[in-house]
């Protein structure tokens, strides 16, 4: 219990650090990319900005989730978290579009860099955005809010490598297209790596099943319980981050209402084992099954009959 009170307070205290620390660079980086007229690092550094807000909003999530259900909210705010990944997502890939646009017009019209300047700030960036990346890396494996910000983070020190890169290949060729070329390619890596996120939080904001969750699959194990020989009306959602729910009919004939207990513990036990659904809404009905009924037949059954 105390770790479970501590866990969201050190993430917490994790994510003010990294914004403030961010949004301190985010000003260095900006001035340095004027001065050196580098799109590289300005883009880099409007990216960073948007990791500032991405951790912001990452922060205010945690926050919220932190609150208890009230009589409106019967399921507290947990599907802020989504919200969050949602939001932040999006932007990212707002922001990318904005760099290819403005990558290719360096390249119809290149622009004279300072490579030195490039890679100085590039390197202080890619020390801070590993830091963060490094610090809310097991958090964000359970909780898709924290792993959208670890990803603006992550994405942000791939671009730090990038601009290096660029600035070597610029000073070897005493070409300046190597900035805004570089650029495109970290817009493309970044815009992959984002757009997975920004796909599952859309699908779950619409009560989408959770990915690895096979609806299917589900089925046949309720079936699979003794006592049970129907599953319909199954549906699968996200109350939060990281916590999937069920609800569903399931059939199990003439049988006294007190043995049902036993059956609906083996349901949530199993639920909860193998696919982390901790909360399930089951309706029992006690009806007998027809031949001509396709919920009342073993899945394996019933894909042989169809065959």
Known sequence: MHHHHNAPRAVTRKLVIASIA????????LGAGLYASSLALI????????????????????????????????????RAGILAAFVNSGTLVAFTIFIFIEAF???????????????????????????????????GRHDMNIRSAVLHMFGDAL????????????????????????????GILILWSSWG???????????????????????RALGAIDGISGVHHLHIWAIGPARPAMSCHLMVGDVPLRSTA????????MLAHRY?????????????????????LPYSEAETTKI
């Not at 490039?118 to 801070?128: F, N």
């Not at 600035?167 to 650029?183: E, G, K, N």
């Not at 036993?262 to 036990?269: D, F, G």
């Not at 982390?276 to 009342?296: K, N, R």
């Open 276 to 296: 982390g659904i901790v909360h399930a809404t089951v309706q029992f009905e006690f009806a007998s099954c027809s031949e001509d009924d396709p919920f009342c």
């Open 22 to 29: 961010t949004m301190i660079f985010v000003v260095l980086e």
């Open 43 to 78: 883009g880099d550094a409007l990216h960073n900005f948007t990791d500032s807000l991405a951790l912001l909003i990452a922060l205010i999530a945690v926050r919220l989730e932190r609150r208890p259900p009230t009589i409106e909210k019967s399921f507290g705010y947990q």
């Open 105 to 139: 017009q360096r390249i119809r019209v290149p622009h004279r860099v300072d490579s030195l300047w490039m890679i100085g700030t590039a390197a202080m960036a890619i020390v801070l955005n590993t830091a963060i990346t490094l610090s809310l890396l097991r958090e």
């Open 159 to 186: 671009s730090g490598v990038g601009i290096i890169v660029a600035a070597f290949l610029i000073r070897i060729t005493d070409s300046t297209l190597w900035d805004p070329a570089v650029s495109v390619l970290i």
């Open 197 to 219: 996120i920004f796909r599952e939080a859309a699908n779950l904001l619409l009560e989408g099943t959770p990915a690895g969750i096979d609806p299917d699959e589900v089925s």
């Open 262 to 269: 036993s059956m609906l513990a083996s349901v949530n036990e």
